[in-house]
């Protein structure tokens, strides 16, 4: 298992100087990132992931409201083995005939993506970790719906701010989560309120562990109150260390 950081972390650093913030990353020990929206600017990307020795195992597109094959055809030239729809509204996750559709569309595309190498995934927010009515919620039910070709990247700090003990999730969903988002804080809506991994309130290893068939650790901060590269290079240097004795 290695860890990652999503670029939506720094992308107002990006935005100013993509290859100069690629190089930061690094400097600070990353070998691998997870790109958002790279069917933009593929070629610029994968020219920069290059000179700094980077590799991208997972990105994020909006694969159920873009072109797919533009995507994965980016996906293709980054080397991203693993494409995660980042995105579906909130009012799609209140019915499991919504739901079940989602995991259709999610389905179709991963029959897609296949026949070109590229496998696809989920990424959720909170609303789809809150309860149905059934005491369900929408992602266990999203699982049950899915085809095994299609894996889930379990973003732990949206768990728990839906209400969810991450642990627990990454226990009940099994090998069907490969990636997660590693962040850190007090598990407010607030995306300002994140820290780096290591210094705010979730029990960071003990999440990683119940991961049970994790192929990377994603670091993300969605916002930062400080300094974000600072906190990007705290949040690696916490998880590079191990866990505390």
């Given amino acids: 298992?290695?860890?990652?950081?999503?670029?939506?972390?720094?992308?107002?650093?990006?935005?100013?100087?993509?290859?100069?913030?690629?190089?930061?990353?690094?400097?600070?020990?990353?070998?691998?990132?997870?790109?958002?929206?790279?069917?933009?600017?593929?070629?610029?990307?994968?020219?920069?992931?290059?000179?700094?020795?980077?590799?991208?195992?997972?990105?994020?597109?909006?694969?159920?409201?873009?072109?797919?094959?533009?995507?994965?055809?980016?996906?293709?030239?980054?080397?991203?083995?693993?494409?995660?729809?980042?995105?579906?509204?909130?009012?799609?996750?209140?019915?499991?005939?919504?739901?079940?559709?989602?995991?259709?569309?999610?389905?179709?595309?991963?029959?897609?993506?296949a026949s070109l190498g590229v496998r696809v995934g989920y990424h959720n927010h909170w609303w789809e970790l809150q309860t149905l009515p059934d005491g369900r919620t929408g992602l266990d039910v999203l699982a049950e719906h899915l085809s095994p070709d299609v894996v889930l990247e379990v973003d732990t700090y949206w768990a728990a701010v839906g209400g969810q003990d991450p642990v627990e999730l990454l226990e009940r969903l099994g090998d069907r989560v490969r990636f997660i988002h590693i962040k850190d804080g007090p598990a407010t809506s607030n995306p300002a309120d994140q820290v780096a991994v290591g210094s705010g309130t979730l029990p960071i290893w003990n999440i990683v562990d119940a991961a049970s068939a994790l192929e990377s650790g994603v670091v993300e901060l969605d916002d930062h109150a400080g300094n974000m590269m600072d906190a990007v290079a705290a949040s690696f240097e916490y998880l590079n260390a191990g866990r505390p004795s």
């Avoid at 958002?36 to 159920?64: C, D, I, Q, R, T």
């Avoid at 996906?75 to 019915?95: C, K, Y």
């Fill in 1 to 113: 298992m290695t860890f990652s950081l999503q670029l939506y972390t720094v992308r107002r650093e990006l935005e100013a100087d993509l290859p100069g913030t690629l190089k930061q990353l690094a400097a600070i020990g990353f070998r691998e990132v997870e790109p958002y929206n790279f069917h933009v600017n593929a070629e610029e990307l994968a020219a920069a992931l290059k000179e700094n020795n980077l590799s991208a195992p997972s990105g994020h597109a909006p694969l159920l409201r873009s072109d797919q094959d533009a995507i994965f055809e980016a996906a293709r030239l980054l080397g991203i083995g693993t494409v995660i729809d980042p995105h579906v509204p909130e009012e799609q996750w209140t019915s499991e005939e919504d739901i079940a559709a989602t995991a259709a569309a999610l389905n179709a595309a991963a029959e897609k993506g």
